[in-house]
């Protein structure tokens, strides 16, 4: 039997495998100490036998409600991804396999590697309508690659898309995959009529440093990237700050940016109604880009989410409320969950990968409907 995750994105430490019955791990912490929730290895054992593991530090992860309910995911192929026999009590999470092979990946959620982000930008830049830019390197010195899809025609309205400010977070780069992938589809109508009025600027990956290291929330020094929109920082926040100032090059008419929720089984977004400069065109946007984007995903519901911020007490270090205070334009925080999502829910796969991309299909739908309103 053997344990592994010294691999992008890898996460855990082996404290006993003496008992394949009773394998003691625990989850390292983000850099800073202050963050941990993600966990993502390997284990290597004999084709029939039965596994357990606990995770013993599970307790005093930064969102244990986020176990209720939970089942972690795993993989034989590391393509197909599916649900394993996952329970929380007395602070441990403990997770059981039955081996079909003899290596499988076991994680919080699908990884998304910065091999498969790097494939991802490599492939699509080969289309006619995109461009790279390189906006800086992060602390550990890798690429910020803003993707622009359009003709820079100043004339059109200018879409912002960002995901995985915390790394963890995975499901948001799915997401951006499938967004990408139908905008860039030359037979997809509204994909065309939406860049006849729209340039897009997509960051697929605005904390490749945490993702790589197996952070949950923070950046390489471990700075939590969406509470540095404010005053972001070239020593602490460089991603954020590379982003911030290309925003003000280029405007932002619509901003969209990209998370997962530990807690809540659900999809759904966080407007910016509490920003000081919000006004009733910013309200009239928002009311029609979620009952849109509702039409266009029967996975998107408004029941459950977070309470709204009180008119002008919005926290605006936060990504979107800054970008909707600043540019005073539609700005939404999209949150999809790591369990199922229980208004549709799948008991052998829960939200997964395949979820990810038609929701950012969907996306699409929602921006059409008020593009020319912005």
């Known amino acids: 039997m053997r344990i592994s995750a010294n691999f992008d994105g890898g996460n855990i430490e082996v404290i006993n495998i003496d008992n394949h019955n009773d394998i003691q791990l625990a989850i390292r912490p983000d850099f800073g100490g202050e963050f941990y929730q993600w966990f993502n290895f390997r284990l290597e054992g004999s084709v029939g036998q039965t596994y357990t593991m606990h995770i013993n530090n599970a307790g005093t992860a930064s969102y244990p409600k986020g176990w209720e309910d939970y089942q972690a995911v795993a993989s034989y192929d590391r393509q197909h991804w599916f649900r394993l026999p996952t329970s929380y009590q007395d602070g441990k999470l403990t997770i059981t396999v039955d081996l079909d092979c003899e290596a499988i990946q076991i994680a919080y959620f699908a990884p998304y590697s910065y091999e498969r982000h790097l494939d991802f930008i490599s492939e699509v830049q080969l289309h ?8 800086g390197l992060t602390l550990d010195g890798r690429d910020m690659t803003l993707l622009k899809i359009g003709d820079d025609d100043e004339d059109k309205k200018s879409i912002w898309i960002t995901a995985r400010q915390h790394p963890g977070e995975t499901m948001a780069e799915w997401l951006v995959e499938g967004l990408v992938s139908q905008l860039l589809d030359g037979d997809n109508p509204n994909s065309k009529s939406l860049l006849d009025k729209a340039n897009f600027y ?21 700075a939590n990237l969406n509470r540095e929109w404010q005053t972001p920082s070239l020593e ?16 932002v008419d619509l901003f969209y940016d990209v998370h997962g929720d530990e ?22 946007l928002q009311s029609k880009f979620v009952s849109s984007l509702q039409l266009a995903s029967a996975d998107f ?10 008119p002008g007490k919005a926290n605006l270090t936060v990504g979107s409320n800054w970008v909707a205070n600043t540019f005073k334009c539609l700005s939404n925080t999209l949150e999809m969950p790591f369990k199922d999502n229980a208004n549709l829910s799948d008991p052998f796969v829960g939200w997964s990968p395949e979820r990810s991309i038609y929701l950012g299909e969907a996306s699409l739908l929602a921006m059409l409907a008020v593009v020319d309103e912005l």
Do not use: W
């Open 202 to 222: 997509i960051v697929p990956n605005m904390n490749p440093d945490g993702s790589v290291r197996g952070h949950l929330r923070t950046n390489a020094v471990g």
């Open 128 to 135: 006619p309508s995109v461009s790279l830019e390189h906006l």
């Open 301 to 310: 519901q408004t029941q459950y989410g977070y309470a709204k911020d009180e």
């Open 263 to 284: 807690g809540l089984p659900y999809v759904f977004v966080a407007g910016c109604e509490g920003v000081p400069h919000y006004t009733d065109k910013m309200a009239q």
């Open 236 to 251: 602490k926040s460089p991603e954020v700050f590379y982003v911030v100032n290309k925003m003000k090059e280029t405007g």
